[in-house]
């Protein structure tokens, strides 16, 4: 199993969760601001199995907007989890 942790402007967010929900992806949403750029962005919280990985990471990549310049999408973190449980 996985945590992908993806940082996202706050605009994209709606398609990005629906998307991710349509495909059966779980998704933990929670509000945060850039320090750098000073914007509202949106910090995700996915545990995927590994064999969801690629497919999570292609639906944040179509989903969210194109920037110009060198901006990025998305910013991700694939961390491998060793234990997961609910209590």
Known sequence: MKMII????DSDIDNVTQALNSANLKVTRIASTSSILKRGVVTLLMG???DKVDVAIQVLHENTTPQEGDQKRVTLFVVPVEKYMQV
Do not use: M
């Open 48 to 50: 995927v199995e590994d």
């Open 6 to 9: 993806a940082i996202l402007r």
